[in-house]
């Protein structure tokens, strides 16, 4: 069964950092890209960030690109995101997903629980 | 504002069938590239209920469908039940380095 568990969420103040941390098990890791979607409170769904299954090819939305950075290890099967600069506006809910495919275009089909960052003074 | 647009609800009643579009640009659904659907219930993560345009993964009714034609998508739930209350959002590419798109989400009320 593919599970995927996001940790390290928080309450964090304005200039802050925070590295967040997806746990994946149940299928070939190394085989899959993978992403960071965020959900603002009683907003709607924003793609974060993407990885590819090597790590060699990193992608992020421009609202955060220069202030996060994605990785991946591999061999603990784990995904991170590692958040500098927090805005106020960066408050939500961070989901780490599965792409399904090999094209960039695919879905992402398995989902995690998601982890609550709240940044405020 | 987001660069899929979505209608921010739709509302019908038990058996009734209801469409959410997904309106796209050149850009992204124009440009060739496949639209998925998610269903987001009430306090927890999305699923994914459409991927590449029409296909349901395992598990999904069949009253579920997806279709996608030139700059748009549409999603189509027939024989509408309560437990179809939830948020829907379409999603897809984007190959003027905007990366992974989603709609704004489309709340459906059973009535």
């Known amino acids: 069964e593919v599970q995927l568990l996001e940790s390290g969420g928080g309450l964090v103040q304005p200039g802050g950092s925070l590295r967040l941390s997806c746990a994946a098990s149940?299928?070939?890791?190394?085989?899959?890209?993978m992403m960071w979607v965020r959900q603002a409170p009683g907003k709607g769904l924003e793609w974060v960030s993407g990885i590819s299954g090597s790590g060699d090819s990193t992608y992020y939305a421009d609202s955060v690109k220069g202030r996060f950075t994605i990785s991946r290890g591999n061999s603990k099967n784990t995904m991170s995101l590692q958040m500098n600069s927090l805005r106020a506006e960066d408050t939500a809910i961070y989901y780490c997903a599965r792409r399904e495919g090999v094209i960039k275009s695919s879905a992402m089909d398995y989902w995690g629980q998601g982890t609550l960052v709240t940044v405020s003074s | 504002q987001s660069v899929l647009t979505q209608p921010p609800s739709v509302s019908g009643a038990p058996g009734q069938r209801v469409t959410i579009s997904c309106t796209g640009s050149s850009s992204n659904i124009g440009a060739g590239y496949d639209v998925h659907w998610y269903q987001q219930l009430p306090g927890t993560a999305p699923k994914l209920l459409i991927y590449d345009n029409k296909n349901r993964p395992s598990g999904v009714p069949d009253r579920f469908s997806g279709s996608k034609s030139g700059t748009s998508a549409s999603l189509a739930i027939t024989g509408l039940q309560a437990e179809d209350e939830a948020d829907y959002y379409c999603q897809s590419y984007g190959s003027n380095l905007s990366g992974w798109v989603f709609g704004g989400g489309t709340k459906l009320t059973v009535l």
């Open positions: 149940g299928f070939s890791f190394r085989n899959y890209a």
